[in-house]
């Protein structure tokens, strides 16, 4: 079993829609968690980083954690064309940190 | 705001040659980091280093070598460029290993082409 697995897509909604993006993870070690942006031939960028289990709140972003399933979750309200991009989880503990392949999200106008 | 800087975004280099890929960070993090990123295999980790002169092989380091002289700067030294390592090669930095959550920040991104 991978330690991190996230569908990789491509996920089409339309503009306004709430989207739900989700990764799975095996190792209970895990302690921090992470949700990373990236535009076409950018780099990563960090969109919310939490260490709990519960919710996390920014803007029309939010970042669940449920550590009991091992299973995270990024929520995009109001989703705009400019949420198009591909969404890397990261899981991590101490000063290791693993990435998923990402998920390609398509906002369609 | 952390600045990871690459300095090459683009790059065309022959089979064989010698290619250096440069990083550098300005905030004073410790730990740096070489990713390639390939479609369908997400990001693979080279080589990371965690204090200057200090490095690590990752998960494919093969064909590939790391130098890190001064804190800030940690270059991707491709020996002898080969057709397969062509790719996006990602450089990003964190704070130090006793540091719990250590968030990763990176850079644009090299794009290497090799033919």
């Known amino acids: 079993q991978k330690e991190v697995e996230q569908d990789p897509g491509p996920l089409s909604v339309p503009e306004g829609a709430i989207v739900s993006l989700n990764c799975t993870y095996s190792n209970s070690a895990f302690q921090y968690f992470m949700w990373y942006r990236q535009y076409s031939r950018k780099g990563p960028e960090l969109l919310m980083y939490t260490y709990s289990s519960g919710n996390k709140e920014d803007g029309r972003f939010t970042a669940q954690v449920d550590k009991s399933s091992k299973y995270i979750s990024l929520f995009i309200r109001d989703s705009q064309p400019s949420d198009s991009a591909t969404y890397l989880c990261a899981i991590g503990w101490g000063d290791k940190i693993i990435f998923g392949k990402g998920t390609r999200l398509h906002i369609l106008p | 705001d952390v600045k990871v800087t690459q300095s090459s975004r683009y790059l065309v280099k022959r089979t064989g040659e010698k290619v250096f890929l440069e990083c550098v960070q300005d905030?004073?993090?410790?730990?740096m980091f070489w990713y390639r990123q390939d479609p369908g295999l997400g990001l693979r980790l080279i080589y990371f280093?965690?204090?200057?002169?200090?490095?690590e092989k990752g998960d494919i380091p093969e064909g590939y070598s790391v130098s890190r002289e001064k804190k800030e700067r940690f270059s991707l030294i491709l020996e002898s460029a080969s057709t397969n390592q062509t790719s996006m090669y990602l450089c990003?930095?964190?704070?130090?290993?006793?540091?719990?959550?250590?968030?990763?920040?990176f850079g644009e991104g090299s794009w290497l082409t090799v033919v």
């Open positions: 905030m004073d993090h410790e730990n």
């Open positions: 990003a930095s964190s704070l130090g290993q006793t540091t719990p959550g250590n968030t990763i920040y």
């Open positions: 280093s965690y204090d200057v002169k200090m490095k």
